[in-house]
């Protein structure tokens, strides 16, 4: 009987090995490819860019560069993602540490999604007027922020609302990211931020993405020693709560100065993302 259980349990450690090393080998194949789709698809936003930066371009010519831009753009945010995930999984990622303001680095993000919010009748309303200087690495934050806005105008539909927030206790900073799209099942509020993870279509009325963006905002929350849940809204849709120290780790190094948002990455991939309306959806009950 010893024996069979000694077996039995040298067969469950074998199997969990090799499932380690298959998820490693996955790691490993994502980064790859990853990094081998990044450089063409970079050597085609360049030459695109130069040319609509031509004033007298042809109409034409200059929709269908921008059709050309707008899906090199999207699908460069979903080999970022992927490479992110690589990243996380060997644990490549260091904290920066700078003290800044977080109030107005959340306006100049939320501004990237002002357009989108125009041409799609949605209420963007951001609440972020009061000062709130703490040690933050601004890179994660502003990914924090950008994925979570995208992910708000990804399912809202036209005519709906969205609306970020920052609210501050003691030791901590609070954004809150507010939509009016079909929200989140109460079983699928932690399921939302694994890796992968999608929503039933059938209830979000959106095509799947990779389910990497609400994976990595997670990540790198918990990098920043903070927390993220959902949870729904006055409004009728979901509610991120994203809580982050105001203070890094003791004997960690902390620049001084403004972190300034980088105009030319992330923002406009993720709000081309999200530049197509989605579908009617229907609100859970």
């Known amino acids: 009987m010893e024996s069979e259980v000694f077996q039995r349990a040298q067969e469950v450690g074998e199997a969990n090995r090799k499932l380690r090393e298959l998820d490693r080998l996955k790691t490993h194949f994502f980064a790859n490819i990853s990094h ?17 930066a031509a004033p007298a371009l042809d109409a ?4 269908d560069l921008e059709m050309v831009q707008r899906n090199a753009r999207i699908l460069l945010k979903q080999v970022s993602n992927l490479l992110d995930v690589a990243k996380l999984e060997a644990g490549r990622f260091e904290m920066d540490y ?6 107005p680095l959340v306006k100049l993000l939320a501004a990237n999604f002002e357009t989108v919010a125009s041409d799609r009748s949605i209420r963007f309303d951001i609440d972020a007027d009061v000062p709130m200087v703490m040690d933050i690495d601004h890179e994660k934050v502003q990914r924090i922020v950008l994925n979570l806005l995208s992910n708000a105008f990804k399912f809202t539909p036209a005519g709906g609302t969205v609306r970020v927030s920052l609210e501050k206790t003691d030791d901590r900073a ?15 509020r932690e399921a939302i931020f694994e890796r992968f993870y999608q929503l039933d279509r059938e209830h ?3 095509k799947g993405g990779t389910g990497l963006g609400l994976a990595i905002v997670r990540e790198f929350v918990n990098l920043c020693r903070g927390k993220a849940r959902a949870t729904t809204n006055p409004l009728g849709g979901a509610r991120f709560i994203i809580e982050l120290p105001l203070q890094a780790p003791a004997g960690v190094v902390v ?4 972190a300034l948002v980088d105009g030319g990455g992330d923002p406009p991939l993720l709000v081309d993302a999200v530049s197509q309306p989605p579908p009617p959806t229907n609100l859970y009950p």
């Not at 085609?44 to 609509?52: M, N, S, T, Y």
């Not at 700078?98 to 109030?103: E, K, M």
């Open 255 to 258: 620049r001084d100065g403004e």
């Open 174 to 188: 609070i954004l809150l990211v507010d939509d009016t799209g079909p929200g989140i099942p109460a079983q699928a």
């Open 60 to 63: 034409g010519l200059r929709r």
């Open 36 to 52: 081998e789709l990044r450089t063409p698809l970079t050597l085609i936003l360049g030459p695109v860019g130069k040319h609509l």
């Open 204 to 206: 979000t009325g959106q």
């Open 98 to 103: 700078v003290r800044t303001d977080l109030a």
